[in-house]
């Protein structure tokens, strides 16, 4: 345990060889000539996640009924999931209860990509008892763009999108009682989104609830 | 007059969140017409401690103690979930001698979690004895976590990759014995209460929920269970090895808070089934897995969920390469199974509120995060 756990410590944990680019060792020819201005370096492609296509009867399945709604249809470590377009993310979850047995929702959740102009990943997980199989719908969503809620389909993701509203800020279009439902009544700010940071609080709450400067 | 007389008038009651059969800080606003419950507002949020936030400023392995925290009555099995997903991001399995241990230590955990719920459950209903009782047996189970991590509730057990420690001397003779001690001891419970007429008319037919209603509303674990449906994750997809194991999946068919206390009942007898099995057969070799001394998953994600002593227990792990999660995001089964106590107590008196809420098996480190 001590061995992985001293960050700042005369040993910071270098990654094993091979791992991570080295800093190429630059030839010495080049060092005598006046270095030509560098192109300004191709900016890396973002890593992305080696998912691949997705390819059952489900899918195309879903891929027929909703057309240009769903994105792709994709599987990554054998988990399956559903890329789709905003609108098109509840009339899927919809068709995936009423036509495919995914009757249980196991959670909704959020994931902040700040500096992507579709700010949200919006996160459903389904289950299917008869199937026994787990499929995510993934959408992306801009900040302020208001999804709907899937209280119709789902009565469970009441509380869940409650807590996405809760530290994300997305509002779900009629939700019936989206109040914000860990954080206090009154709280300022979104504590899950990447520009809230750790040691960040709402200070004004923290003096007038608690009775004390700060809360760190 | 006699028309006010007759007229009904409604009271708002708070209970909680300092109120001992909340089993923690639950707060629970009753809309009451004299002992009838109308409605219900859970207010939450009391113990939020921003786990999810700190997993993004933490490396993996720094996080994993933090889960402990969450339902800390079952330690283990929120580690073990969260080691399972770091482990399936890496796409590395822990070594059979680890599965081995995981499973005993975890099955322990949900014989400790239950025995924990059993006493508090029947203390709530004004049954004092089975809570000393459980205690008693419960201390077994966490003596042999000490004895095998030093620690007691927060064990930090487990590795992602494999196991923190080494069995220590005398380990499986520790758990043979509580399995033999253990199975007597249930049959004794079950005499106090299975068939007392004060346990029977508080619990019978209080608080049901069926199996669709379940589906509904995301209730799963025993509640599910409860309702006649057949559906545990350690049979339905199975993790750590617990396709080796011969057990049941016990099932009642009303749903209500009476079968769910058989269930669990049934379900202690079915760990130490489970315990017994996995104990005479610990396979020799390392316990950990092939994992980097720096873990930093490739870009993806997964969502891993685990059989917790209280339902779904999962976890969804993003990774953007670095060695910090990039989002961890807990779907805890008290927070989802307590959505339901509104509709399981409409309707119902006040003091079934208390026996739901005990039914639930709620820890609200897990609810609140």
């Known amino acids: 345990m001590a061995d992985e756990q001293n960050p700042g410590g005369s040993e910071a944990p270098s990654p094993p060889g091979g791992e991570g680019p080295k800093p190429p060792a630059k030839p010495a020819a080049d060092a005598a000539k006046p270095a030509p201005p560098k192109p300004p370096a191709p900016p890396k492609p973002p890593a992305t996640m080696a998912a691949t296509p997705w390819d059952s009867d489900l899918a195309r399945a879903v891929k027929e009924q909703f057309g240009d709604g769903v994105l792709a249809t994709s599987t990554y470590l ?61 959408t992306q969503i801009q900040d302020g763009f208001e999804p709907r809620t899937a209280i119709s389909v789902h009565l469970t993701a009441n509380w869940l999108e409650r807590e996405v509203f809760d530290m994300f800020g997305i509002r ?34 923290v003096q007038e609830n608690l009775g004390i400067e700060s809360g760190q | 007059m006699p ?30 017409d004299g002992e009838k419950v109308l409605g219900t507002d859970c207010v939450i949020g009391y113990l939020h401690r921003g786990v999810e936030k700190i997993a993004e400023n933490r490396t993996y392995v720094q996080f994993n103690p933090y889960v402990d925290r969450m339902d800390y009555v079952a330690a283990i099995s929120n580690g073990l979930g969260y080691c399972l997903a770091v482990e399936k991001l890496l796409n590395v399995e822990a070594p059979p001698r680890a599965k081995a241990v995981r499973v005993i230590l975890t099955e322990l955990n949900r014989i400790a979690s239950h025995l924990l719920w059993l006493g508090t459950h029947a203390l709530d ?20 976590f000490e004895q095998y991590c030093g620690a007691r509730l927060t ?27 253990f199975l007597p001891k249930v049959d004794e419970y079950e005499e106090l209460l299975t ?28 509640l599910l269970r409860a309702a ?40 202690m007898r079915q760990s130490v089934r489970i315990m ?68 399981m107590v409409r309707g119902a008196l006040i003091a079934d509120v208390v026996a739901v809420i005990g039914t639930l098996d709620i820890v609200l480190g897990e609810v609140d995060r």
């Open chain 2, 125 to 144: 209903i004004g049954a004092i004895t089975p809570v000393f009782y459980c205690f008693r047996e419960r201390e077994e189970a966490l003596k042999i």
């Open chain 2, 3 to 32: 028309d006010t007389f007759l007229d009904s008038t409604e009271l708002v009651l708070n209970m909680g969140p300092q109120h001992p059969s909340t089993h923690g800080v639950l707060r629970v606003i009753l809309k009451l």
């Open chain 2, 228 to 267: 006649g449906v057949k559906w545990d994750l350690r049979k339905a997809q199975p993790y750590s090895g617990y396709e080796q194991y011969d057990f049941e999946i016990p099932t009642r068919e009303n749903g209500d808070t009476y079968d769910r206390y058989i269930v669990r009942m049934q379900e």
């Open chain 2, 276 to 343: 017994e099995q996995a104990v005479e057969g610990i396979p020799e070799g390392p316990i950990m897995g092939k994992v980097g001394k720096v873990i930093k998953p490739p870009v993806g994600e997964a969502y891993v969920s685990i059989e917790a002593p209280k339902g779904e227990l999962g976890y969804y792990v993003v990774s953007d390469g670095s060695t910090q999660p990039y989002r961890v995001r807990v779907r805890p089964p008290s927070y989802v199974n307590l959505q339901a106590l509104d509709k």
């Open chain 1, 172 to 205: 779900f279009a009629g939700h019936p009682d989206l109040r914000r439902i860990l954080m206090p009544e009154d709280w300022q700010g979104y504590p899950l989104r990447k520009d809230y940071g750790i040691l960040q609080q709402d200070v004004r709450w």
């Open chain 2, 195 to 222: 068939n007392n007429r004060i346990w029977v008319g508080r619990l019978k037919g209080i608080g049901i929920l069926t199996g669709d209603e379940c589906k509904e509303y995301g209730v799963t674990g025993p």
């Open chain 1, 78 to 138: 054998g988990q399956d999931f559903v890329v789709t377009k905003p609108e098109s993310a509840i009339p899927v979850l919809e068709y995936l209860k009423l036509e495919a047995d995914f009757d249980y929702l196991v959670d909704i959740t959020a994931v902040d990509w700040p500096k992507r102009a579709e700010r949200f990943d919006l996160v459903y997980i389904v289950y299917s008892f008869p199937r026994n199989q787990r499929v995510r719908i993934k």
């Open chain 2, 155 to 181: 064990t930090h057990a487990f590795r992602i990759g494999g196991l923190q420690y080494e069995t220590y001397e005398g380990f499986e003779r520790d758990v043979r014995e509580f399995c033999t001690m």
